[in-house]
């Protein structure tokens, strides 16, 4: 994945020397509950920023980049633990035109996160990998509303590392690699939007997002 990752980076600048360019930035507000083939959960809060680049192509790439706390509920070695920390990942994003105020489309994303804490001298990391695919579809009611819904593939790969009087080592991987989404965004004005989306299955929550869209 990280290879994959790599390969799109670098192609980017070929895509969009062709087209007129298209960017948008995005602030975004996220909790996700994700629960982990053990029978534990991460319950994961983070606020992060998403910039995304795009042609007339029907592609588009997205950078993320954010602050996260995580808790391993439901885990006795990580009691007391809440470690912090950043997370950072890439999206490719394609779709098709749209017929008839319907367009359907696919992500492909993957992002690091990394969070640690010091507590009662001990230490905590916990560090995972996170994959993800949708294949979406959404609708356009009128020029300022977009309804959206998603099957969702998810994979993730982790560890957490406990460092002191009782060292420990765990890894772990989600329990569900598939599940859904639903959300709706809203045109605001100059360019702007503001969206929500929630999430079910392979975790339960969502986030909340504003954007703006820039040409040049």
């Not at 035109?97 to 994303?109: I, K, M, V, Y």
């Not at 010091?118 to 009128?142: G, K, M, S, T, V």
Request: hydrophobic fraction near 35%; charged fraction near 20%.
């Amino acid at each position: 994945m990280k290879k994959i990752s790599l390969i799109l980076l670098c192609a980017l600048p070929c895509v969009t020397a062709q087209a007129e360019e298209l960017s948008s930035l995005e602030l975004e507000f996220k909790h996700d509950k994700i629960p982990l083939t053990d029978g534990s959960r991460l319950d994961v809060s983070g606020i992060g920023i998403r910039y995304s680049e795009s042609t007339a192509l029907p592609m588009q790439l997205t950078l993320s980049l954010g602050r996260e706390g995580v808790t391993h509920s439901d885990d006795p070695r990580s009691l007391g633990f809440q470690p912090d920390g950043y997370y950072g990942g890439v999206t490719l994003t394609i779709a098709s035109q749209n017929w008839h105020s319907l367009q359907a489309g696919a992500d492909l994303g993957y992002s690091y996160n990394a969070t640690t804490q010091q507590f009662n001298q001990q230490q905590i990391d916990i560090d995972w990998h996170r994959a993800e695919a949708r294949a979406w579809l959404a609708i356009y009611p009128n020029r300022f509303t977009k309804l959206y819904g998603c099957a969702v593939a998810l994979n993730i790969d982790g560890t957490q590392t406990i460092n002191g009087s009782t060292p420990s080592q765990l890894d772990f991987k989600n329990e569900h690699s598939n599940g859904y989404c639903a959300g709706i965004a809203l045109e605001v004005g100059n360019d702007g939007y503001i969206g929500l989306e929630a999430e079910s299955r392979h975790q339960q929550g969502g986030r909340l997002y504003f954007g703006r869209r820039y040409s040049f």
